[in-house]
């Protein structure tokens, strides 16, 4: 029997029955457009943590303090005050594979600008700072090296700052008081968002490190340093020298721990994507039981339509059909189900990912790859649970097919 008419067969078949061959198919129709879903939001939140981490900056590394231990009691990480910003110099002049670095100075504060006032953090950076951390000036200028070495009283705002200092005013030239000291904005930030962990990076005040640490927090040390590599493919090789350097330059033996951390961007990208990967499987793992679910359904569908077609069955296998036939027969019927559904399900999910986006503003990415797969996957259930059925059919007698009422 040719493929053709078995296929006009199968689908005249189906149709004999379409509310139980659409009941059946519902179950595919839901497994796919749950797994495209899936997917799609298991990507699209991996594509988004991935370029808030990117937008950290260009090869970013991060030197943070280590833990403050008193009395046998670990304070946490951040609460030393191990580094300084001779340790700054001697990473830009001793490690090679360090392109810019820059000390950091934080500490929060309430501002003044006219009426008006807000709280925000106040962060002391050098001129390197809109490099490393591939943040351009939306207006004005960024301050100066002498401003740095001068410890001027000069500062940038992010829009966050601007929007409730300023609103709908251009703020440069503007004098603000930070802590009763008074500041002229010379720039604005271009907007960042969110970053990765949930914090708005527009929300902030940028001034020369020296000043931040002299005039506004009265400190002497620095409480992080940050630094970008010469390349992607250096990053390792910048860690490795910065920990080399700092360790000597702390008087830190062989086998004692480091009183500080370096965290890359890697790092920090291998974490969030480990995360994404697990969530995603995750997801795409329970959307499968539907698929599963939907499968048994054909399973259960198929063993009913050779149960009352099993006359039909014998008459064909009288007339000259074989066995193989009846299998293929039986076993397109299956598939036709499962494509059918599949077909429907892979609109469905396109649909219910556009609608997810669309109302709760999450990004979603649908890749063809996924679509592809919900489409061979679907074929592969209809071949799976529909052979058994088919094989049934095939394997009976004819003589007693015959004779079933």
């Known amino acids: 029997m040719r493929y053709f008419q078995i296929l006009k067969v199968a689908y005249k078949a189906l149709g004999r029955n379409k509310m139980r061959s659409s009941l059946t198919m519902l179950g595919i129709i839901i497994g796919v457009a749950a797994v495209i879903a899936?997917?799609?939001?298991?990507?699209?939140?991996?594509?988004?943590?991935?370029?808030?981490?990117a937008s950290l900056g260009d090869n970013l590394l991060n030197i943070f303090p280590g833990s403050f231990m008193s009395g046998g009691m670990r304070a946490g990480a951040g609460t030393r005050t191990s580094l300084t910003e001779e340790d700054a110099k001697a990473i830009k002049e001793k490690c090679?594979?360090?392109?810019?670095?820059?000390?950091?100075?934080?500490?929060?504060?309430?501002?003044?600008?006219?009426?008006?006032?807000?709280?925000?953090?106040?962060?002391?950076?050098?001129?390197?700072?809109?490099?490393?951390?591939?943040?351009?000036?939306?207006?004005?200028?960024?301050?100066?090296?002498?401003?740095?070495?001068?410890?001027?009283?000069?500062?940038i705002l992010g829009?966050?700052?601007?929007?409730?200092?300023?609103?709908?005013?251009?703020?440069?030239?503007?004098?603000?008081?930070?802590?009763?000291?008074?500041?002229r904005v010379i720039g604005v930030l271009s907007s960042k968002g969110q970053n990765a962990?949930?914090?708005?990076?527009?929300?902030?005040?940028?001034?020369?490190?020296?000043?931040?640490?002299k005039k506004i927090a009265?400190?002497?040390?620095?409480?992080?340093?940050?630094?970008?590599?010469?390349?992607?493919?250096?990053?390792?090789?910048?860690?490795?020298?910065v920990t080399d350097l700092l360790r000597q330059r702390h008087r830190i033996l062989p086998g004692q721990d480091d009183d500080f951390t370096v965290r890359s961007q890697l790092d920090i990208a291998t974490a969030a994507g480990?995360?994404?990967?697990?969530?995603t499987i995750l997801l795409a793992a329970i959307a499968s039981i539907s698929l599963i679910v939907g499968g048994i359904g054909i399973m259960n569908i198929m063993l009913v339509s050779v149960t009352e077609?099993?006359?039909?069955?014998?008459?064909?296998?009288?007339?000259?059909?074989?066995?193989?036939?009846?299998?293929?027969?039986?076993?397109?019927?299956?598939?036709?189900?499962?494509?059918?559904?599949?077909?429907?399900?892979?609109?469905?999910?396109?649909?219910?990912?556009?609608?997810?986006?669309?109302?709760?503003?999450?990004?979603?990415?649908?890749?063809?790859?996924?679509?592809?797969?919900?489409?061979?996957?679907?074929?592969?259930?209809?071949?799976f649970f529909g052979f058994y059925p088919a094989r049934k059919a095939s394997n009976l007698d004819p003589i007693e097919a015959l004779r079933y009422e």
């Open 38 to 53: 899936m997917l799609g939001i298991g990507e699209g939140a991996k594509k988004m943590v991935n370029s808030q981490i």
């Open 96 to 155: 090679p594979a360090v392109l810019r670095i820059s000390p950091v100075v934080r500490t929060g504060a309430q501002v003044v600008a006219g009426n008006l006032n807000w709280g925000t953090s106040i962060e002391g950076y050098s001129t390197d700072f809109p490099l490393i951390r591939s943040w351009p000036l939306a207006s004005g200028t960024f301050f100066t090296e002498q401003d740095v070495k001068g410890a001027t009283k000069v500062c």
């Open 159 to 183: 829009k966050t700052v601007v929007d409730n200092l300023f609103a709908g005013q251009d703020p440069i030239g503007e004098i603000i008081r930070i802590k009763k000291l008074p500041f």
């Open 197 to 213: 962990f949930g914090r708005d990076q527009d929300d902030m005040i940028v001034v020369p490190y020296t000043t931040a640490q």
């Open 218 to 241: 009265g400190i002497t040390y620095i409480n992080s340093i940050i630094a970008s590599a010469v390349d992607r493919t250096k990053i390792d090789l910048a860690t490795k020298q």
């Open 274 to 279: 480990s995360t994404s990967k697990i969530m």
């Open 309 to 383: 077609r099993t006359r039909e069955i014998g008459i064909r296998m009288a007339v000259g059909a074989r066995g193989k036939d009846i299998l293929t027969q039986f076993l397109i019927e299956s598939i036709v189900l499962s494509l059918i559904g599949g077909i429907v399900g892979i609109l469905l999910g396109v649909l219910t990912s556009k609608a997810i986006s669309v109302i709760l503003r999450w990004p979603i990415f649908i890749s063809v790859l996924a679509i592809a797969l919900s489409f061979f996957f679907s074929g592969f259930v209809g071949v």
